[in-house]
C-alpha cells in the first residue's frame, strides 16, 4: 500500500524549499517570437562552426593521408616497377586500370611488364596505386581492394573507385572506404550535375541469344 | 540532342601505330591499311565496326567476314563541331599523324575478308570510350535514336575486358613458344570451363564484382601453360 504522506504531492515533507517564481509580467507572443528566433539563430551558428572545424579536419586528415600514401609509396617504390606491377596483378587490377591510375598509355604498362625503365615520376604514380590498395587493406579493412574499387561509388551512376583515384583523389577513395564520406557526397564534389548526366531511361538486359542488350526501363512504380 | 565528344585523342585511342600488340585479338575499333572493302574500296584504310558478338561465331571463331567502314584523309574539323553534325562520319583524330583529322565513313560500309585483314597491318586500337563513341554515331546514323556512352559501356565491359585478358594471355603464352590459335583455343577452353551450377569465368565477367577475381585466375593459369608449353 502506498505511503499517503509521500505519495502526495501537495505535501511539503522535506526541509528545503523553493521560493515562489518572481513573475515581472506575462510573456507576449512577440517575447517567445524572439527567443525562438534567438534561439534558431544561436544553433544555426553553432551548426556552422561544427560544420567548418568538421570540413578543416577532413583536409587536415586528406592532407595527412596524401603525405602518408607519399611516404609509403616512396618505401614501395624501391622495389622496382617489375615487383610493383606484379603486385598489383595479384591484386587483379586491369592493365588498362594501372595506366589510367599512372596517367600512361596502355602499350607503356607493358612496356614496363616487359622491362622498359619508366621515369621516376611513373614509378612513384604506381608505387601510390600500391600504397593506397595497402592503406585500404590494413587501416580499412577492405579485403579485396580492386572488386571494391570497381564498385560504383553510387547507384545512380557507373563511376567508380578506380575512376576517382584516376582523376587523382587517392585521399577521397580513402574518406569513402574509411566511412568518412559517401561515395554520393564524393561525386556531389568531383562531378557536379552528375546525377543529371546519369540519368537514363534504359536499362541492360539479357537478350534471348544470350548476350547483353539495352531496352527501355520500366517506369518508376510500374 | 547532342553526341559525346572528348577531351584530348589519347582518349580514343587503346594503341596506335607501332605500339599496337600483334597480339590482341580482332576487335571492333581496329583500324586496318590495305583492306578491301567490297563494293566501297579495293583499298585503303577501314575500322572493324561490326559488335564484337557478332565477330565470332562457335567455338569464339572469327566469322570469314567481318563488317568495316572505310576511313579516309579529311579536312580538319572542329572538336566541338562532332556533337551536333558530321553524322556520317567517325572522327579519328591523330590517327596517323598529331595534329590531322583521318574519319571513318559510317554510310561506307562491307564485310571484310578477315583473312586479308589479319594479314595486314594494324595501325590503330580503340579505346573502349572510342569504341562506345563509333557505336553512339553508327547508332544515331542508322536510327536517329542517341544512347549514351556509358550505356554501352555497361553492355560491352565484359567483352573489353574478354579481349584484353585474352590478349594478356597471349603474351605470356605465345612467348613460350604456343602459336596465336593455339593460345586462343586454351584460353577459350580455360574461360568456358564449367565451375559447378553452369558458372564460367566468361560469365564471372559480367559481373563487375567478380572481374578481378577472373584477372586473377587467367594470370596463374596462363603462366602454368606457358610452362608446360
Known amino acids: 500500500m502506498p505511503d499517503i504522506v509521500t505519495s502526495d504531492p501537495t505535501l511539503i515533507t522535506g526541509t528545503e524549499t523553493t521560493g515562489p517564481e518572481q513573475v515581472t509580467r506575462t510573456r507576449t507572443i512577440d517575447d517567445l517570437v524572439e527567443e525562438a528566433g534567438l534561439l534558431r539563430s544561436q544553433t544555426r551558428l553553432l551548426g556552422d562552426d561544427v560544420a567548418e572545424t568538421n570540413r578543416r579536419a577532413g583536409e587536415v586528415h586528406r592532407q595527412a593521408v596524401a603525405r602518408q600514401l607519399d611516404a609509403k609509396a616512396r618505401g614501395l617504390a624501391r622495389g622496382g616497377m617489375g615487383e610493383l606491377l606484379n603486385q598489383l596483378a595479384d591484386c587483379g587490377f586491369a592493365w588498362r586500370d594501372i595506366a589510367a591510375l599512372a596517367r600512361v598509355s596502355v602499350p607503356a604498362v607493358r612496356r614496363w611488364r616487359q622491362g622498359e625503365t619508366p621515369t621516376g615520376e611513373h614509378l612513384l604514380e604506381v608505387a601510390r596505386l600500391l600504397a593506397l590498395v595497402e592503406t585500404m587493406r590494413d587501416d580499412h579493412l577492405v579485403s579485396d581492394v580492386v572488386s571494391w574499387m570497381e564498385m560504383p561509388l553510387a547507384y545512380e551512376a557507373p563511376l567508380t573507385a578506380i575512376d576517382l583515384a584516376a582523376s587523382g583523389r587517392l585521399q577521397e577513395v580513402i574518406d569513402v572506404a574509411a566511412g568518412h564520406s559517401t561515395g554520393e557526397a564524393v561525386l556531389d564534389q568531383w562531378q557536379p550535375g552528375w546525377r543529371e548526366k546519369y540519368r537514363s531511361d534504359y536499362e541492360v538486359f539479357e537478350a534471348p541469344d544470350g548476350e547483353l542488350g539495352t531496352r527501355s526501363a520500366p517506369a518508376q512504380g510500374s | ?229
Open chain 2, 1 to 229: 540532342m547532342s553526341l559525346e565528344t572528348w577531351d584530348t585523342p589519347e582518349q580514343l585511342y587503346l594503341a596506335r601505330g607501332d605500339e599496337v600488340n600483334p597480339l590482341r585479338p580482332l576487335f571492333t575499333g581496329d583500324v586496318f591499311v590495305d583492306a578491301a572493302v567490297p563494293g566501297i574500296q579495293v583499298d585503303g584504310m577501314a575500322v572493324v565496326i561490326a559488335h564484337p558478338c557478332s565477330m565470332r561465331g562457335r567455338e569464339a571463331r572469327l566469322e570469314p567476314r567481318v563488317l568495316t567502314a572505310a576511313v579516309t584523309w579529311s579536312d580538319k574539323i572542329g572538336k566541338s563541331a562532332w556533337a551536333t553534325g558530321h553524322y556520317s562520319l567517325m572522327p579519328l583524330p591523330d590517327l596517323l599523324e598529331p595534329g590531322t583529322l583521318c574519319v571513318a565513313r559510317l554510310d561506307d560500309i562491307g564485310k571484310a575478308l578477315t583473312e586479308q585483314l589479319l594479314a595486314g597491318t594494324r595501325i590503330a586500337c580503340l579505346s573502349p570510350f572510342g569504341v562506345n563513341l563509333l557505336q553512339q554515331r553508327i547508332i544515331w546514323r542508322l536510327t536517329r535514336h542517341e544512347v549514351p556512352t556509358h550505356l554501352l559501356q555497361e553492355v560491352s565491359a565484359h567483352v573489353f575486358e574478354e579481349a584484353d585478358l585474352l590478349e594478356e594471355w597471349n603474351d605470356t603464352v605465345c612467348v613460350a613458344g604456343a602459336s596465336q590459335a593455339e593460345a586462343a583455343a586454351a584460353f577459350e577452353a580455360f574461360l568456358r570451363a564449367d565451375l559447378g551450377a553452369g558458372r564460367t569465368l566468361q560469365g564471372d565477367l559480367r559481373d563487375q564484382q567478380r572481374r578481378s577475381t577472373v584477372r586473377v585466375a587467367c594470370r596463374a593459369e596462363a603462366k602454368r601453360v606457358a610452362q608446360r608449353s
